[in-house]
T-cell receptor
Framework: DARVTQTPRHKVTEMGQEVTMRCQPI?????VFWYRQTMMQGLELLAY????????DSGMPKDRFSAEMPDATLATLKIQPSEPRDSAVYFC????????????FGSGTRLTVV | AQKVTQAQTEISVVEKEDVTLDCVYE???????LFWYKQPPSGELVFLIR??????QNEISGRYSWNFQKSTSSFNFTITASQVVDSAVYFC???????????FGAGTQVVVTP
């Protein structure tokens, strides 16, 4: 089965450090999402791309978060500087706009900021 | 504004019992899509089903069945003869735009004990 690959799976970092999370979407998928999951807020959309162009990043704190797709095989989510409240599981998902049977999610990156 | 409500926080059942998860949605759009995802203890999000607003036909897939009722804005999910492997958090989600941006409910934790 095709998979969305996220790295790293776990990350522990100190407050103030830069964190970069990576996602390899399924080949041929033209839409990529970043979601964040916390106990308090549940699953929140941070940003998404179609054909590598950002469509909506209104869910992201702009001052510290940035999301990019340097090419069709890589999406990145960067936090600089990180804060303890950023501790969460970050999911990447990919899919085809024309085929929304369901987006395929990666296994997530569990981020802990101490 | 869109909203998905899963009022049940946790449901505990004994193996072989049936369990029904409620999902109520709000949207002003006439075209929309509803989803169910499963999140087992391992953490990944697994797609279960998609339904569009023009298709109210109920669906059965193995031990899973879904009851979509537009009149009550509900899209309920039933697991028949539950098994321990069904223990997970189940999310209902909604999208109304062609980009497929998903609005998730808070999730329902299902605990199946032997």
């Amino acid at each position: 089965d095709a998979r969305v690959t996220q790295t790293p799976r776990h990350k522990v970092t100190e407050m103030g450090q830069e964190v970069t999370m990576r996602c390899q979407p399924i080949l041929g998928h033209n839409t990529v999402f970043w979601y964040r999951q916390t106990m308090m807020q549940g699953l929140e959309l941070l940003a998404y791309f179609r054909n590598r162009a950002p469509l909506d990043d209104s869910g992201m704190p702009k001052d510290r978060f940035s999301a990019e797709m340097p090419d069709a095989t890589l999406a990145t989510l960067k936090i600089q500087p990180s804060e303890p409240r950023d501790s969460a599981v970050y999911f990447c998902a990919s899919g085809l706009v024309q085929n929304i049977y369901g987006y395929t999610f990666g296994s997530g990156t569990r981020l802990t900021v101490v | 504004a869109q909203k998905v409500t899963q009022a049940q926080t946790e449901i505990s059942v004994v193996e072989k019992e049936d369990v029904t998860l409620d999902c109520v949605y709000e949207t002003r759009d006439t075209t929309y899509y509803l989803f169910w995802y499963k999140q087992p203890p391992s953490g990944e999000l697994v797609f279960l089903i998609r339904r569009n607003s023009f298709d109210e036909q109920n669906e059965i897939s193995g031990r899973y069945s879904w009851n979509f009722q537009k009149s009550t804005s509900s899209f309920n999910f039933t697991i028949t003869a539950s098994q321990v492997v069904d223990s997970a958090v189940y999310f209902c989600a909604l999208t109304t735009d062609s980009w497929g941006k998903l609005q998730f409910g808070a999730g329902t934790q299902v605990v199946v004990t032997p």
